[in-house]
């Protein structure tokens, strides 16, 4: 009867012969997919220059596929794309890649800088520069942010974990004048100051009494010639309803406070068809942290389908926009901000003013000419996909052909040896 070691050592001496030919089969099989399919090479974002000059030169892979954990440079890209036109398929993938773009607009403002809108998922950390350095950081909300930057280069970077949008900042916008309408008071008289300290040329119709009109200025025709904006701050501006409809047609914009909204004539252009109560102010001092959350408010309400809400207080709409023709309108609910510069802090002059700039650039045209640009890469996911196609399915098989040859091989080789060592040493050939 044979002993339990000799009986060990049979099943050890089989299940080597056995591996053997499963790796065999397994190599075989390998082989014929490998003829079939052709070899799929992989390589990183690491590695990609190199292995495209290595496809390119000394291998002639019929499939590639690259793991990437930022979007290639420009040149890599490209030069990913020409393969397929040499008949090698290529393929992509990557998870952590951020969709995200990058709009640089020249503001229409007398202090200049550029507002720039990066788009990006909800929450995610957006960090901005320039040539010279970091600019700002923010928090996207929504769908994305906008960032004003006062003095900016000739690029600007916005990245997003690992992406990084770039896109040329352009100083191409030719001022135009301005034009405010409103009745005389303690609104008209701040408004206009603001914008003047601001740099703006403004012309002003300011109604005194139902029978006596103030005139700042020449008022010339209402047309994107002459102005970059209208400033509509009550029903006054209803005498020149289908003027400023026709001049908004055109191009031009429209900043209306919402008692303009209700003039007949203006209030077909309002981005809401409908204003709510008014929120009466306490007369409260606005705080530094939130200073317009203390004035007066006339909420926007039954908002047009196309309409954006740009700013909320609570729950009520405070701040809209939207395009009519080709202009745009922006309503604001705040009727009382000369509260804010009267009343505020130390610096509630500079940001009273910063923000009548922020409205007036949101909607205002320019004339605009055009400037050479370098290169950049505003949306390059989108970008990146428009070149090689959707991502792909990463290859789970990280083994070249020849190396996992190798492996195999090896791998056979032992089992054999094993086997035979087994045998001859118990005296079996």
Request: proline fraction near 5%.
């Amino acid at each position: 009867m044979r002993s339990l070691a000799d009986r060990a050592r049979r099943a050890l001496e089989w299940l080597c012969r056995a591996t053997a030919i499963v790796l065999l089969a397994w190599l075989l099989i390998h082989t014929i997919l490998v003829r079939r399919n052709g070899v799929v090479d992989q390589a990183t974002a690491a590695t990609l220059a190199r292995k495209l000059a290595q496809w390119s030169t000394s291998a002639s892979p019929s499939a590639v596929h690259v793991r990437l954990d930022h979007p290639p440079a420009g040149r890599e890209r490209d030069w990913l794309a020409a393969h397929p036109g040499a008949g090698t398929t290529v393929g992509w993938s990557g998870s952590s890649l951020s969709p995200t773009a990058l709009s640089v607009e020249p503001r229409v403002d007398p202090a200049r800088g550029a507002d720039a809108s990066v788009a990006a998922p909800n929450a995610a950390m957006v960090e901005l520069s320039d040539t010279l350095g970091p600019l700002d950081s923010v928090r996207a909300a929504g769908t994305g942010a906008r960032i004003y930057v006062p003095k900016v280069r000739r690029m600007v970077d916005a990245r997003i974990g690992s992406v990084v949008a770039r896109a040329p900042a352009l100083d191409s916008v030719k001022l135009r004048r301005l034009l405010l309408i409103g009745r005389a008071g303690w609104e008209v008289k701040f408004t206009l100051a603001a914008l003047e300290e601001r740099g703006w040329v403004v012309d002003a119709h300011i109604a005194v009494s139902p029978k006596s009109d103030v005139l700042q200025g020449k008022i010339l025709a209402i047309d994107t010639a002459q102005y970059s904006a209208v400033i509509a701050l009550d029903s006054t501006a209803g005498r020149y309803s289908d003027r400023i409809a026709a001049f908004v047609k055109q191009g031009g914009g429209l900043i209306m406070w919402s008692p303009a909204a209700r003039a007949r004539g203006l209030a077909a252009l309002a981005p809401g068809a409908e204003l709510g109560a008014v929120i009466q102010d306490d007369l409260d001092v606005p705080p530094d942290s939130a200073p317009r959350s203390a004035l007066e408010l006339v909420p926007i309400t039954a908002l047009r389908q196309d309409a954006v809400v740009l700013e909320r207080r609570g729950s009520d709409v405070s701040i809209a926009a939207h395009r009519v023709g080709r202009g745009r309108v922006l309503e604001t609910g705040y009727t009382d901000s000369w509260r804010w510069r009267m009343a505020g802090g130390s610096d509630a002059l500079d940001r009273h003013r910063e923000w009548i700039a922020g409205l007036i650039a949101l909607a205002a045209t320019g004339g605009y000419h055009e400037l050479a640009a370098a290169p950049g890469n505003v949306a390059p996911l989108a970008t990146l996909v428009d070149k090689l196609g959707p991502a792909t399915k990463p290859v789970r098989d990280a083994l070249d052909t020849l190396t996992l040859t190798r492996w195999l091989f090896g791998a056979i080789c032992a089992a054999l040896i094993l086997e035979w060592t087994s045998r001859r040493t118990r005296g079996v050939k």
